[in-house]
């Protein structure tokens, strides 16, 4: 079995990345290993503290600015991840400041909001709509 166990966002400055995931998004610290002018910064969901890290990754190679003005220019999220309650977390994280590209709304089997990290990225913030046993299909 394979598992994801380090997923990484390039992020144009780490000290503010940290700051945005930790203080805005509330995952928390789990690496901070300083690597020269750069650090191996991971921040994980508290919920899951041996769980999947997401790296926050310098963008400073050549190919990392291009990429993502292309991707962010094109609407396209660098991420994606999950809540339990996207109504309430679009309020608390508006009401904090963050900027959303797109407010919530269906699509297909979930409900999406996108975000502005600060840091170069989008962000896409999805809640699962509830399935019942008896839609459930096999593929």
């Not at 789990?30 to 990754?57: A, C, F, H, M, Y």
């Not at 709304?105 to 896409?124: E, F, K, P, S, Y």
């Amino acid at each position: 079995m394979i598992k994801i166990h380090v997923t990484s966002v390039f992020v144009d400055d780490q000290a503010r990345a940290l700051d945005f995931y930790v203080g805005k998004l509330g995952f928390q610290l789990k690496n901070d290993i300083p690597l020269g002018e750069n650090r191996w910064l991971t921040v994980v969901s508290p919920d899951q503290p041996t769980g999947t890290e997401l790296l926050l990754e310098p963008s400073d190679h050549p190919a990392v600015k291009p990429y993502q003005a292309a991707i962010v220019a094109d609407g396209i999220p660098a991420a994606s991840f999950q809540v339990d309650d996207l109504a309430d977390t679009y309020d608390r994280l508006t009401e904090s400041g963050v900027s959303f590209t797109q407010a919530p709304v269906d699509a297909g089997d979930v409900r999406m909001a996108v975000l502005d990290d600060t840091c170069g990225n989008l962000i896409q913030l999805v809640q699962l709509k509830c399935v019942k046993p008896t839609d459930m299909r096999l593929r």
